[in-house]
């Protein structure tokens, strides 16, 4: 068997882990915490190496949301469709990483190729601000 498909069970445990967070971001040690509520022993060091050849394969997409902070990802998955963009919204209070897909930041988008020359990222935008629960609760 070819050493790069060789399938650990490691590896098996971290994609099913990584199917249990579908359309929620995570951290590293989001998946460490998993695997301890579930009392299996799996090192950090494993976890982010693992992580990386995911991220690698295009199963996981990795995202950066600000130099502070560590790397957070996505399960994609093989049937996501990764031409589909979407933009961030990260609550700044709680944390809550938000996916948003609008037609109006996709003209934007459009607008600065245009008339800028300037190709957006869209994975990687992130807007920062207050979510709806939180926004809701600075203003009672």
């Not at 994609?76 to 961030?88: D, M, N, R, T």
Request: hydrophobic residues 35%; proline residues 0%; charged residues 25%.
């Amino acid at each position: 068997m070819d050493k790069k498909n060789y399938k650990t069970r490691q590896q098996d445990l971290l994609l099913s882990c990584f199917k249990a967070m579908k359309h929620r971001h995570f951290t590293a040690e989001d998946v460490r915490a998993y695997f301890e509520e579930k009392d299996i022993s799996i090192g950090i060091a494993t976890i982010y190496r693992q992580i990386e050849k995911f991220v690698s394969t295009g199963v996981v997409q990795k995202y950066f949301l600000g130099e502070q902070n560590a790397a957070c990802f996505e399960y994609v998955g093989e049937e996501c469709h990764k031409e589909i963009s979407h933009f961030h919204l990260k609550c700044e209070k709680c944390g809550t990483l938000i996916h948003l897909e609008c037609s109006d930041l996709e003209k934007l988008s459009s607008h600065l190729k245009a008339e800028h020359g300037f190709a957006l990222d869209a994975f990687r935008t992130v807007f920062y601000g207050l979510c709806q629960n939180c926004g809701v609760a600075a203003t009672a």
